[in-house]
């Protein structure tokens, strides 16, 4: 190492030592340039085209100003009620996400010894890399008429739902449950076992102690794994096309106009929709605190 | 935290910063296409053959252009790369309407087309028209397929045919009694099947339904499915409305078809000559019968792109493609008849037969995809036909 | 941290029981369909007819001699291992300007680098693939591919590396400047040695995140580039190729087991996944 690059090198890290504003910058500009210019202007180009009109024939788009993309979706019942199915499922999906994955990470996180912990994390990580395609097809598989779910359940006397909102349920529940695992481990984790001791000794019981000191402390870890279980549901349309029999969602509707008539103005003006309903997530979300556990 | 009234002027500035970007992007039409009337462009032919320019870029239906990649047996590509110097890249989408968003982007120089396609891709000028003298191949094509409303206008070829196929109306034999003879199969409210009927997943089905309604309910004047006035396609939506509460699933890849028949999810329903082979290969006791009322299908089309820049190598792949040893591998692996007359000497024995390849008269029952434009198909000048855009609108009301 | 010498007193033991069976189940759910797509690799019938009739070896066989499959595998690493790479990069700045200094627009940033992972996929891949075609000119193809998952991973590396920067605190950097050492130095030699694993356990989320990602993927590729989620999707569709899709999840599943558990290791048993 030479002095002079020695030398260039301190001047330079003298420089920015002095200047913090200067360091900030370096540090904020790339991410900012990557995501502030790029994206936010690619999301910006994408609602601009929702305001304007489109030739249905050969597909082009046509940039007169209007609102007509968003009088059709206010207008049309058909759109409002998959809005709403889209989101119920969403929910649903996410309500039994939670239900799963909080004994499950409270059992990883507390109850099994260091050992097992490492295995059920690789147990738990391991099925992210099985292709969502393949995952989505095999459980339309094993709903079929005469498939897994149908034999289980005949023991039990009930019948496969077969293909439909239901099958989307289970199957959209089953691929994004390691999405709720995670962070709820990572926030259990975190928990102090004093504190759990602290809440005994003074003589809580188990289910109190989880009800008054677990939950809330791990609640905005839930809120940040149920951020990508409700986005990943309310965007999907491959799911559902597999299973979902002859349903549709709202992923569909913009999927087909941005394929089909070639229609993205409409299309952009159909994304509005999970777009709007997610950012009011986030901003409620941001207040728990949850998008530090992401 | 910034006080909050600082923080909004910032905020709009920059959101109107982002907006005068986003404005400059988009594509648009300089040209409005003209209004109620279908034009294609004026766009130059080809009129001879340069040299090869290295690469042509092909978007295909998925086994419509095999390179080996799948199935070492399977390639008709890696030849015509050999003699032509093209390099050949594919790109495979998976319904029509992918195709013509992909088209737009002319990154592609060639496309297999079908009927629902090819007059968008013309109207909107991202195909030229071919110069049939440039094909050799072109003289042994099926009288039948050629000058046909999806692939010509005023005369003119756009393309080169590849093959066809009808949808036709398949049953589980064990589970349907007894067999159907008609559409009305599908159609009926009061069906035994309820729940077990499938459809194709496309705003282009809606011609199913007018075909039925062309031949059962004549008081509607439908000449044409594919050229429906708002009434007719009133009536054809309500009728696949009803359909709607019988289907099981609407299917738009093949594989979900076989699958649902050999589970017995779907037990009836339209379908494409290869599903039923497939099916019948697996043992599922299946079969696919032409209904008294005739039936839609499919006839695909080579185009060439008008921003193309490997036109040469297009056009030697169109030749090559519909050669009778091209043309005859992929009809028998993708299940269609071959547009080639002299594809059927080489086929496998019964090849032709089964698909009905040389059936002039098989053919003319059937209503190849067209795609529905504002000027009606069918003749008429007084009223305005729904187009394509309309009936996609319908078909997202019909699903619900 | 779970102190090793407490779990016993804390929870009840029909509640333990109650967890333990409920985690049992849900392993069984998990990996039922994992289950089934192995035995389907093996599956004779070309539809995955189930139960299988009959079984056979030559859908391992076709896979092993696709090309096709094996481009796939490849251009999906390559993509993951560059996105990744992005990713760490920006998450890491990222996560340190936020972390240690104040100013406008701070929350607004953060809220930023979520976006990407919150908005669904479809409206991430439609904006990206419009604006990369008609503001920027660019042909859609590797680049792009590569730009587009590293936007949606920044967010993975960027929370793991900000709550370790929480735990650790500025002293021991003020500690090494006192020392003499330059900015950089200390980055190297303290700084990042403390944020190895959170650096680890982020990039290695969002290599599995680009890996299997499909939505934003299919928008986003060009025609010559195809990702093992494109060339599966390609394939799942064409009843010839079908099982062989089922052989390549199996081995990737398989294979998959190896950087997790190194991951593992390399955290540590008490560090946890999260490396927080």
Not at chain 1, 177 to 191: H, K, N, Q, V
Not at chain 1, 247 to 268: I, K, S, T
Request: charged share 15%; with cysteine.
């Amino acid at each position: 190492m030479s002095t002079a690059s020695e030398g260039t090198r301190h001047g330079l890290s003298a420089v920015l030592h002095r200047h913090p504003r200067l360091r900030l910058s370096l540090l904020i500009g790339p991410p900012m340039l990557w995501l502030g210019v790029a994206y936010l202007g690619a999301l910006g180009a994408l609602f601009i085209t929702s305001l304007w009109g489109q030739d249905s024939f050969t597909g082009t788009v046509v940039r007169e100003w209007n609102l007509d993309n968003f009088r059709i979706l206010w207008e049309s019942e058909v759109y409002r009620k998959i809005a709403f199915r889209t989101v119920g499922i969403a929910a649903l999906v996410t309500a039994i996400d939670v239900l799963i994955a909080f004994p499950v990470a409270l059992y990883m996180a507390k109850i099994a010894s260091p050992r097992m912990r490492q295995v059920l994390v690789i147990a738990v990580l391991t099925p992210l890399w099985a292709s969502y395609l393949v995952k989505a097809y095999a459980w339309r598989i094993m709903l079929s008429e005469d498939g897994v779910v149908s034999d289980l359940g005949g023991l039990l006397g009930i019948d496969t739902p077969g293909y439909g909102l239901v099958a989307v349920v289970i199957t959209l529940a089953y691929l994004w449950l390691p999405f709720m695992i995670l962070p709820i481990y990572a926030g259990l984790e975190r928990l102090p076992d004093s504190i759990l001791e602290a809440s005994m000794d003074l003589g809580a019981k188990t289910g109190h102690t989880v009800r008054r000191v677990v939950v809330p402390q791990v609640f905005p870890a839930v809120i940040a794994g149920s951020i990508f279980t409700f986005s990943l549901s309310l965007g999907d349309y491959i799911t559902v096309r597999i299973v979902g029999g002859a349903n549709q969602m709202l992923g569909n509707v913009v999927y087909d106009n941005v394929g089909a008539a070639n229609n993205l103005p409409f299309a952009a003006a159909v994304a509005t929709i999970p777009v709007v309903i997610m950012l009011v997530y986030l901003g409620a979300a941001r207040r728990t605190g949850a998008l530090e556990n992401v | 935290m910034t006080p909050r009234h600082l923080r909004w002027p910032r905020i709009v500035a920059a959101c109107a910063a982002l907006t005068l970007t986003a404005a400059c992007g988009t594509t648009s039409s300089d040209d409005k296409a003209s209004d109620g009337g279908f034009k294609a462009p004026d766009l130059p032919m080809l009129q001879k053959l340069g040299d090869p320019e290295g690469e042509v870029n092909i978007l295909a239906w998925p086994g419509y252009a095999e390179d080996g990649s799948t199935d070492p047996k399977v390639d008709w590509v890696t030849d015509f790369e050999k003699e032509s110097g093209c390099q050949v890249n594919v790109k495979y989408f998976g319904t029509s309407d992918e195709a013509v968003s992909l088209m737009k982007t002319g990154e592609y120089d060639v496309v297999s087309a079908s009927g629902d396609a090819s007059l968008r891709l013309i109207a909107g000028g991202d195909v030229e028209p071919v110069n049939t003298d440039l094909v050799p191949n072109y003289a042994d094509v099926f009288d039948f397929l050629k000058d046909r409303d999806w692939n010509s206008v005023d005369g003119q070829m756009y393309g080169i045919p590849h093959g066809w196929g009808a949808n036709l109306l398949m049953y589980r034999t064990d589970e349907v009694t007894p067999a159907p003879t008609s559409w009305g199969a599908v159609f009926d409210t009061d069906s035994p099947y309820k729940g077990k009927v499938t459809a194709y997943d496309s705003p282009i089905y809606i011609a199913d339904a007018a075909l039925y309604l062309m031949k059962h309910e004549p008081d509607l004047g439908i000449e044409n499915p594919y050229s429906l006035d708002q009434d007719q396609l009133d009536a054809a939506v309500d009728l696949l409305k009803d359909q709607r509460g019988l289907i099981s699933e609407y299917w738009s890849d093949y594989l979900k078809e076989v699958q649902a028949f050999t589970t017995g999810d779907s037990v009836i329903g339209t379908t494409w000559q290869v599903i039923a082979s497939v099916a019948k290969g697996e043992d599922v006791p299946v079969e696919a019968i032409l209904p008294e009322e005739g039936s839609t299908g499919w006839s695909d089309t080579w185009m060439v792109s008008s921003k193309s820049d490997h036109k040469t190598c297009a056009y030697l792949w169109l030749d090559h493609i519909i050669s009778p040893e091209a043309n005859d591998a992929v009809a028998e692996y993708f299940g269609e008849a071959p547009a080639n007359a002299k594809a059927c000497d080489i086929a496998t024995e019964g090849f032709c037969d089964e698909y009905k390849a040389a059936d002039a008269d098989f053919a003319a029952q059937i209503w190849y995809w067209t795609t529905p434009i504002e000027q009606c198909l069918d003749g008429r000048t007084d009223v305005k036909c729904t187009d394509y855009g309309d009936w996609t609108q319908a078909w997202t009301e019909i699903k619900g | 941290m779970s102190s090793p010498l407490s779990p016993s007193a804390t929870w009840s033991p029909g509640f333990r029981i109650v967890l333990r069976v409920v985690t049992g189940l849900a392993l069984v759910v998990i990996y039922a369909p994992l289950l089934l797509v192995v035995v389907n690799s093996f599956n004779a019938s070309q539809t995955f007819a189930w139960p299988p009739t009959d079984l056979t070896l030559d859908w391992w066989r076709k896979a092993a001699d696709s090309a096709g499959a094996r481009e796939a595998v490849k251009v999906s690493v390559e993509v993951a291992a560059l996105a990744t790479i992005f990713a760490l990069v920006l998450g890491t700045m990222a996560a340190m300007a936020l972390q240690r200094y104040r100013f406008f627009g701070r929350d607004a940033v953060s809220l930023l680098i979520i976006l990407p992972i919150a908005l669904p996929g479809i409206v991430t891949g439609i904006a990206l693939n419009n604006a990369f075609r008609t503001i920027f000119g660019l042909e859609l193809g590797f680049l792009t591919i590569v730009i587009a998952h590293a936007t949606f991973c920044i967010v993975t590396v960027f929370n793991n590396v900000i709550a370790r920067l929480r735990r650790m605190g500025l002293n021991l950097e003020e500690a090494s400047a006192d020392l003499g050492a330059s900015t950089f130095t200390t980055f190297r030699l303290v700084t990042f040695p403390m944020m190895r694993s959170a650096l680890l356990a982020g990039g290695l989320l969002a290599f599995a995140l680009s890996f299997d990602e499909i939505i934003v993927t299919t928008f986003t590729a060009g025609a010559r580039e195809q990702t093992l989620p494109i060339w599966i999707f390609n394939n799942l569709f064409r009843p010839n190729q079908a099982p062989v899709v089922n052989v390549v999840a199996v081995v990737l599943i398989l294979l998959s087991i190896i950087p997790i558990w190194v991951s593992q290791k390399l955290a540590g048993a008490t560090e946890g996944l999260a490396g927080r």
